[in-house]
């Protein structure tokens, strides 16, 4: 999210370590979360080269967003159609996609294809990942680079509503990931193995 912050209102946040901002509209110091809940607990402040913008890094307690989202920053307004260099970060887009996809959620079945799965439940996204799975493993195995990556892309789309719809977010499969991260693949599995034995 993007607030405007006082000297007061710093030394507030630093004061409390909670996000407090200044409301010009209200003319007056507000708390962030403080008619919500959604407070933010501040881990650091740090100013940009001009000491004009100041990046706080927090944990939220809830969405930050008023619309329910996890945070304000979720309407593309421009899609390139450059593919991405080799080696650039994909996680915002990944976090987007989140994003988007508990936008969507929140929309009509009618006007949105993300809330008709997710009306459909487990039965009807499982059935979407089985069939964008089994069509990605043909275009392995049998079509273009292009094929391969569009049907990598419905399959992940359709992952991710998934597990939304079982209400686990993409920071939770991420750091599944992360905790396997140096360990072989060999191992890993023989561990979950005798884990569920």
Known sequence: MV???????????????????????RGRL??????????????????????????????????SCHTGAQNCFFNPVVRSTEPLATGTPVAPLLTLLEQTIEARARSTSAKSYTKSLLE???????????????????????ESDDRVAAEAADLLFHLLVGVKGRGVGLAQVIEVLRGRMGVSGHVEKAQRSNASD
């Open 30 to 63: 507000w708390t962030k979360g403080e008619s919500s809940g959604h407070r933010l607990l501040v881990h650091s402040v740090t100013a940009d080269c001009d000491g004009d913008t100041l990046l706080l890094g927090v944990s939220a307690e809830g969405p």
């Open 3 to 25: 607030a405007w912050m006082s000297r007061e209102a710093l030394d507030q946040t630093l004061a409390t370590g909670y996000a407090t901002f200044y409301s010009r509209s």
């Open 120 to 142: 459909g439940g487990p039965a009807r996204v499982g059935g979407k990942i089985r069939e964008e799975a089994a069509e990605l493993a043909e275009a392995l195995a049998n």
